[in-house]
């Protein structure tokens, strides 16, 4: 079945019918991916989260006048934009960053009320897997969103990510997290090197104290409300566990 999708997946690459079929095309590969996993109603419900999220960051990206490429997604990996231009400075960049997340939040809260008032488990399970996987991407290391807005604060916070990664990775191992570790590596290295006082550091990654309090405030209160909403919501799945 790996090989039917990497093959599937190839073939998608080859093809130049534009924007709409690439997302269009892998949202239908993830969606069918994971259908033979976990029921082709919770598939389309989280491919939809993700694409949210993602669509959160395109919108920001637009706004900022950055060039960027349509959502695409892989099958147990995520989803992701391209940017074709690079931020200018860290202020856009935790501004993209940051909007992803957010919308990602609001569908999840979407999902969460909704169950509230139908009683639906598929939209309860939906909602702890926006409220999780957004709160996962806060993880303060680039390439994650945390990263990114973390940024705008210095890249040295990154360190921070290191041991939040490596205790995931011993609480629950998997190959995602040993990926993620994998493209975090250089980052983790760039904050280790991090030097201030270097022009080109001050170019991009010096921004107004108004903005580290203003993204900084935003960033905890995300987090915060996002351990809360998927713990709570985490227990309130007990019973299907069970």
């Given at each position: ?61 637009r ?6 490429g349509a959502?695409?997604?892989?099958p147990f ?8 231009a ?7 960049e ?8 957010l ?10 009320f909704?169950?509230?008032?139908t ?18 991407n806060?993880i303060?290391i680039?390439?994650l ?6 940024a705008?604060?210095?890249?040295r916070?990154?360190l ?9 990775f ?7 997290l ?20 270097l022009?080109?550091?001050q ?7 108004e ?6 405030t935003?960033?905890l ?12 919501v ?8 069970g």
């Amino acid at each position: 079945m790996m090989k039917l999708l990497l093959l599937l997946w190839s073939g998608l690459k080859f093809l130049k019918f534009g924007k709409l079929l690439t997302t269009g095309g892998t949202m239908l590969l993830s969606v069918a991916a994971y259908a033979l996993v976990f029921g082709w109603r919770y598939a389309a419900g989280f491919v939809l989260l993700l694409f949210v999220h993602e669509m959160g960051h395109y919108v920001a990206a637009r706004q900022r006048g950055l060039a960027v490429g349509a959502p695409a997604f892989i099958p147990f990996v995520g989803a992701w934009i391209q940017l074709k231009a690079l931020p200018h400075d860290a202020e856009t960049e935790a501004y993209v960053g940051l909007a992803g997340p957010l919308a990602g939040t609001v569908a999840a809260l979407a999902c969460y009320f909704a169950a509230r008032d139908t009683g639906s488990d598929l939209l309860l399970a939906l909602s702890y897997a926006g409220f999780f996987i957004n709160l996962f991407n806060l993880i303060p290391i680039s390439p994650l969103d945390g990263g990114r807005i973390t940024a705008v604060l210095s890249p040295r916070v990154w360190l921070l990510g290191v041991p939040v990664l490596a205790a995931l990775f011993f609480w629950s191992p998997s190959p995602i997290l040993i990926l993620v570790a994998v493209l975090a590596l250089p980052s983790a290295a760039r904050a280790f090197k991090y030097d201030p006082d270097l022009p080109e550091n001050q170019a991009y990654y010096g921004t107004s104290l108004e903005h580290k309090l203003s993204y900084g405030t935003a960033y905890l209160g995300l987090v915060a409300f996002l351990a809360i909403m998927a713990h709570d919501v985490h227990d309130m799945l007990s019973h299907l566990r069970g």
